[in-house]
């Protein structure tokens, strides 16, 4: 949806008559992108990823037959096992996908999402799917209803995601897109290159970072994304770093080292004042035990356990095993 942005301002500021379309209800396909939508308008263009552009043509007939004054369209697609496979989809499956036109989308919307910021679409629908109501939902202290509620705890899995729930009224669509997550890599070397790559190839943000003092500073400005990987094992960067990003709450910690220097670190830390609990938040050793020997695969098994925790799957961490560090 972030890479939509800039086409979605251009185009409503060009005046022109563009669609935003994106699934509601979904059976099959296998692995998708659970952020994917598309841009259409009536002459044909398309600019986004869904399904693999396999039902563009069908979205842009139907944007055609929207009414003048309609602010929803709910479509069926469905895909079958031969086409599938013409698609390189990894399966079949249908999918009730909602068309909007931009002008019934908050300008907000589109200006939190270029910002960067965590936000959530919360659109609800009439029981003829032709009118729909969509409005823009940040940080929830005290959700007033099940969507509200529900857009909080998509955020907090700082993954995108989207839900539909069903009200007395009609359907309502949630649609989270949390901050993109900042990899924040404390020292440099051949390690430190590799994960920046995986870390880009997940569409993650990635920067090194050489001193306590300006990791601070870029832990304070993602606080709510970032994730600490430190590789320096210089207890003058690594402690003060360590405790800076557990006072801010940052999502994920985790720290390079054996299991005597995770050891000498946790003392380090004790002594600056870091308490148990805090301390029960790092992840050192760091990555998932998956027998990782080269810097490739050690990499892998970091940027692995990052995406487990943010998704609140965490399991089968190194800190959480007893046998060698090296499979």
Not at 18 to 35: H, I, N, S
């Amino acid at each position: 949806m972030r890479e939509l942005v800039e086409t979605a301002r251009r185009w409503v500021a060009e005046g022109r008559d563009g669609y935003l379309a994106r699934p509601v209800t979904e059976q099959g396909f296998g692995p998708r992108d659970p952020a994917g939508a598309v841009l259409v308008d009536a002459r044909g263009d398309c600019v986004g990823a869904l399904y693999r552009g396999v039902f563009d043509a069908e979205l842009v007939a139907e944007a055609r037959l929207m009414a003048a004054g309609d602010t929803a369209r709910v479509c069926e697609v469905s895909v079958g096992a031969g086409e599938a496979v013409e698609a390189k989809l990894t399966c079949g499956g249908q999918a009730e996908v909602l068309l909007q036109p931009l002008s019934a989308i908050p300008a907000e919307w589109w200006e939190q999402l270029g910002a960067g910021h965590g936000v959530a679409l919360v659109t609800r629908l009439n029981e003829a799917a032709d009118r729909a109501v969509s409005e823009v939902v940040r940080a929830v202290a005290a959700p007033a209803d099940d969507a509200a509620r529900r857009a909080a705890e998509l955020l907090r899995t700082r993954r995108p995601g989207r839900d539909a729930l069903y009200a007395g009224s009609g359907l309502v669509l949630v649609e989270a897109y949390p901050s993109e997550p900042q990899v924040v890599i404390g020292g440099s070397g051949e390690l430190a290159e590799i994960i920046a790559r995986q870390a880009t190839l997940l569409e993650w943000g990635a920067v090194t970072v050489e001193s306590a003092a300006e990791a601070e500073k870029v832990l304070g400005a993602h606080r709510d994304a970032a994730c600490l990987v430190l590789l320096s094992h210089d207890p003058e960067f690594d402690v003060p770093a360590l405790r800076t990003a557990l006072a801010l709450g940052i999502p994920y910690v985790g720290a390079l080292g054996s299991r005597r220097t995770a050891a000498r670190l946790r003392d380090g830390l004790l002594a600056a004042g870091v308490t148990e609990a805090e301390l029960a938040r790092v992840h050192g050793p760091i990555g998932l035990d998956l027998g990782a020997r080269t810097p490739a695969e050690t990499a892998l098994t970091i940027c692995a356990e990052i995406l487990g925790v943010l998704g609140g799957r965490e399991g089968g961490g190194l800190r959480d095993s007893e046998g060698p560090l090296r499979g």
